[in-house]
């Protein structure tokens, strides 16, 4: 459970990586999918978790999957992305 839930917490901050990246429509459709995805878990948790292929269930494993190709292609974008300081560190 404490790794599903800090997958979570990072899938939660996947939206301003995608707003940082200028990818506004992948960060909106990402916070829809977030909103499915806690009420799943909190669903999951202090209730009995909805069945399988249900809207919240598709809802939560989209969202982790969508966290984690928005993770990859922020680590794209940073190594594209000329640094700063890199001027400097050629100087």
Known sequence: MGITFMFMLLATITPFLLIQMNKLTLAIVQ???????W???LEATFNIAPGAFS???VFFYLSLFAAEVAYIMYVI???KT???F???VGE
């Open 82 to 84: 000329p640094a700063p």
């Open 55 to 57: 809207y919240l269930w």
């Open 31 to 37: 916070s829809v999918l977030l909103v499915g995805m």
């Open 77 to 79: 974008y940073l190594v």
């Open 39 to 41: 009420l799943y878990f």
């Open 86 to 88: 890199s001027k400097i």
